[in-house]
């Protein structure tokens, strides 16, 4: 049984505390509570429905299905949540190193990532890719579509509507800012630092 995790944001620089309420207390909180409930479903499958149907469409292939996208979602969402509070500022992060020497400056990094977001319908995410030991900018349409095996998430970005509509309407480029400016670098040096293996 998944508990969904308090964060209680409020009000950010550009990001309004009714954005934060409802994203945190009813999005991110369904996506925990649907994950219990496809958890619960498949803790009493029966022998039956476990072999009904095929990968065109059995129960089984739904709630699968389901799993990935309610428990990335749960995911991804404590993820960007955890890494917001902060005011933007990457100075004297081992992070800020790894991102000038990946793409030559901060700048041009918040300008791919800020590209990313705006050609994503669900995510844009900064990984340490295992598979190469680096960084890298990848981008979801859907939870459970677009991520990459053998990756971690030190940074991301929701760019669903729910999460930008409120304050922004349609201007996700405003929002994408705003995100930028409450960003806690210190938490995401961490997170980089658990996966990259920095001390």
């Known amino acids: 049984m998944h508990k969904p ?12 505390a009714k954005t934060n309420e409802i ?5 991110y909180v369904g996506y925990v509570n649907k994950r219990n409930e496809v958890e619960e479903k498949l803790s009493k499958i029966t022998p039956e429905e476990l ?19 309610a428990a990335n979602g749960m995911i991804l969402h404590q ?35 800020t590209a990313s977001a705006m050609a994503a319908r669900g995510w844009a995410i900064l990984c340490w890719d295992f598979s190469d030991m680096k ?6 349409d859907a939870q459970n579509q677009g991520g990459v095996w053998n990756c971690t998430v030190v940074l991301n970005v929701d760019v669903y509507e729910h999460s930008y509509f409120l304050d922004y309407g349609s201007d996700r480029k405003a929002y994408l800012e705003a995100f930028f400016k409450n960003i806690n670098w ?6 980089y630092g658990q ?3 920095i001390n």
């Open 23 to 27: 994203h945190e207390k009813k999005l």
């Open 195 to 197: 996966v990259a293996n």
């Open 79 to 113: 993820m960007f949540f955890s890494i917001l509070g902060g005011n933007g500022d990457a100075a004297g992060t081992k992070i800020l190193s790894a991102i000038e020497k990946e793409w030559g400056s901060f700048e041009n990094f918040k300008a791919m990532f």
């Open 135 to 140: 960084l890298h900018i990848y981008t979801a």
């Open 5 to 16: 995790t308090e964060f209680n944001l409020g009000e950010l620089n550009g990001i309004s």
């Open 186 to 191: 210190n938490k995401v040096d961490q997170l």
């Open 51 to 69: 072999t009904a149907g095929n990968q065109v469409y059995s129960y089984l292939r739904g709630l699968k299905e389901g799993e990935t996208f």
